[in-house]
């Protein structure tokens, strides 16, 4: 059948209406054209007795009751949009359904508040304001770590013919930055000793003991956790942190971020109250002036 054959019996059967004015498909335009499709038709109701549009209709309602159930799953106290609600417990089980308005008169909302956990049926929990805050200052401090923790390897170069003293610098720079919770490359390498670009021969002997020097005094912060690279003169040494030290440098993190936001918080509750007293003077002098 050609496309425009189509178009046309396609039209016809639109143009037919059940008594609810829903549009279906015609049986007798097409059964001649799309004899299959007029056989599954046949067989079953039209307009809305339809199992197919039916089965759309409910899949849609479900769509729209999810997204709505999504949408209000948080809402707090009185923005809550359902009259009758139930308490979970600790244990998880559910109370008696309860008025909303009955269960907000009996705590105090600056202190507490009501949390919609569910909408189906309505589930609510009480939640403790400044525990919550609390919380959400520990996420965001141990998030922040994570991040601090993701960062790549710090890298430490070391020359086989360094002086004993900047040896010893960068032993103490390697276990400063493994102590911070940080994975360390020391990478040897020959460096020129004069302005002509000389180079010094060390022999595999002394390089070894270079490096083993440096395990040993990391030995009680950091570990390997990768094999050496070795390529003619160059060697890199990969240590990260001992399991143990690695915990105590993300509590030490943790701990830090939340005496900072702690301490932002309380310098921005201390500006409330100064500007709240303010307004409190400025009020009771306006009082006094009437």
């Known amino acids: 059948m050609s496309r425009v054959a189509i178009t046309s019996v396609l039209r016809a059967a639109r143009s037919v209406r059940c008594a609810s004015c829903t549009p279906t498909y015609s049986r007798p ?3 001649p054209a799309l004899p299959a499709l007029a056989r599954t038709y046949a067989a079953a109701p039209t307009g809305h007795g ?4 039916l089965r759309k209709r409910e899949q849609a309602a479900a769509a729209e009751a999810a997204a709505y159930n999504e949408r209000v799953v948080g809402a707090r106290n009185q923005r809550i949009p359902f009259r009758q609600v139930q308490m979970v417990g600790e244990d998880g089980h559910l109370g008696e359904p309860v008025a909303l308005n009955r269960l907000l008169a009996q705590i105090d909302t600056d ?17 403790n304001l400044e525990e ?3 919380k959400e200052r520990e996420f965001e401090a141990r998030q922040k770590v994570r991040r601090r923790l993701a960062a790549e390897d710090k890298e430490i170069q070391v020359g086989w013919t360094a002086a004993e003293g ?3 610098h960068k032993i103490q720079l390697a276990r400063h930055t493994l102590e911070k919770g940080d994975r360390v490359q020391l990478i040897f390498a020959m460096r ?9 021969f060390i022999d595999d002997g002394t390089k070894v003991q270079i ?16 094999e050496d690279q070795i390529a003619k003169g160059l060697w890199v040494a990969h240590f990260a942190p001992l399991d143990s030290i690695a915990s105590e440098a993300r509590t030490k ?5 939340q005496d900072k936001k702690r301490l932002k918080n309380e310098k921005k509750e201390a500006r409330r109250h100064k500007e709240e007293e303010r307004k409190r003077k400025a009020a009771a002098k306006a009082a006094g002036k009437a």
């Open 29 to 31: 335009a097409l059964a």
């Open 50 to 53: 339809n199992p197919w549009v």
């Open 111 to 127: 202190v507490n508040a009501v949390v919609l956990v569910a909408a189906d049926p309505p589930v609510v929990k009480i939640v």
């Open 132 to 134: 919550e805050r609390l």
């Open 166 to 168: 900047d040896m010893a």
């Open 192 to 200: 020129a000793n004069n302005a002509g670009g000389a180079r010094t």
């Open 211 to 226: 490096v083993a020097r440096f395990e040993d005094a990391l030995a009680d912060v950091g570990k390997r956790w990768k």
């Open 253 to 257: 993190l943790v701990e830090a971020e």
